[in-house]
């Protein structure tokens, strides 16, 4: 299976140029899965919920037509960041669009910083969704300091999770490598580049997009501030195998007796 990311810089509120920009870079790619970062389509820096009532999208919208006709033209699954609005809430979500037009969404439950007071807490429960016989689950960014966010879909046989993401502290990069360890999975973490200046504050993102094997081995990592589109080839059901050692499987071998604080 051939799975991938694209790594670029948003411009903020400008939705034709995001657009144009993606579909310029995906262009020239074939791939059964490629993931774009967080809130792909309209930057990330909201200074007031106008600004985000007026950016945000019903799903599908403008940008789940184009994102369907780019998956459909490739013959190629699309994961995607944008915000979205929903009768009166709005909410960071995720889409996951097949190449026959079908859409699954998923909204960003651990909301990050001053995300808190523009977006909703996503109310979709983790899910995985099949493309073929491969499971997929979605997280966003700051999902990825809690641990039971990726565990959850590892329990629910996500094979492979695609993680859009807008990454300002330095972290992620190297924990998710212990996320894929810890589950055995495969994680795509596609983050943004770039810094973003407004309303008196100012974020630069990390870059360093990733794809990292259950074993941990990072597959691929981008640099830093370089705009890419990677595609590697991976075996997603090498995720199936949960052994660490001969006697060791990091899912039979859990002890949920002596973990209930977690989902107190
Ligand atoms: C983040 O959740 N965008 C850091």
């Not at 809690?146 to 629910?156: G, V």
């Not at 990069?173 to 810094?195: D, H, K, L």
Request: contains cysteine.
């Amino acid at each position: 299976m051939k799975v991938g990311f694209l790594q670029f810089k948003p411009v903020f509120g400008d939705k034709v140029v995001n657009l144009k920009k993606v579909r310029s870079l995906l262009d020239f790619i074939s791939a059964d899965i490629v993931v774009l970062p967080e809130l792909f389509n309209t930057g990330y820096l909201f200074t007031e919920k106008k600004e985000l009532a007026e950016l945000a999208e019903e799903i599908p919208g403008e940008t789940t037509q184009f994102l369907m006709g780019i998956s459909r033209e490739k013959d190629m699954h699309i994961v995607a960041g944008m915000p979205e609005r929903a009768k009166n809430k709005f909410f960071n979500s995720t889409l996951l669009i097949y190449p026959n037009g079908r859409y699954k969404i998923y909204r960003k439950i651990h909301l990050f910083c001053e995300e808190k007071f523009f977006f909703n807490i996503g109310d979709i429960p983790f899910k995985v969704y099949r493309i073929g016989r491969v499971k997929i689950g979605m997280l966003i960014c700051f999902d990825w300091i809690f641990p039971e966010a990726a565990r959850s879909l590892a329990l629910s046989g996500a094979q492979i999770i695609c993680h859009p993401s807008n990454l300002v502290l330095p972290y992620c990069q190297s924990a998710m490598v212990t996320r894929a360890i810890e589950n055995r999975i495969f994680i795509i973490t596609v983050n943004r580049i770039g810094r973003e200046k407004r309303g008196g504050k100012e974020l630069k993102f990390t870059g360093m997009s990733q794809i990292v094997a259950p074993s941990g081995k990072v597959l691929y990592r981008a640099g830093k501030s370089e705009e890419i589109v990677k595609i590697v080839e991976i075996r997603p059901e090498d995720a199936d195998n949960k052994k660490i050692t001969d006697y060791n499987d990091v899912i039979k071998d859990r002890r949920p007796n002596f973990y209930r604080k977690i989902v107190q």
